[in-house]
């Protein structure tokens, strides 16, 4: 069974950066679009954006410019990295398969506040 585990997550102010990583186990990954995903408090989860095996992205337009998606696939590995973090991205932020597996890691919390 796949198993996804985030990282990275924090408090960072407005404007700031962070690095996501979600290690994958269970599955290779290398043959998936593999997507973010965030929820935020009292709202249904999102797509963020996703990167296909061969490295192509797409992103949803409040993130377009801001964040990028790439992947290891020898290291099982796919990460997020955020700059010009605004308080509106604040959600916990989870990694899957794009269409999702249907399993979900624990996430991992994002706070952009000053």
């Known amino acids: 069974q796949v198993q996804l585990v985030e990282s990275g997550g924090g408090l960072v102010q407005p404007g700031g950066s962070l690095r996501l990583s979600c290690a994958a186990s269970?599955?290779?990954?290398?043959?998936?679009?593999m997507g973010w995903y965030r929820q935020a408090p009292g709202k249904q989860r999102e797509f963020v954006g996703c990167i296909t095996s061969g490295g192509r992205t797409t992103y949803t337009d409040s993130v377009k410019g801001r964040f990028t998606i790439s992947r290891d696939n020898a290291k099982h590995m796919v990460y997020l990295q955020m700059n010009s973090l605004k308080p509106e991205d604040t959600a916990v932020y989870y990694c899957?398969?794009?269409?999702?597996?249907?399993?979900w890691g624990q996430g991992t919390q994002v706070t952009v506040s000053s």
């Open positions: 269970g599955r290779i990954i290398s043959i998936y679009v």
């Open positions: 899957n398969a794009f269409p999702d597996w249907g399993c």
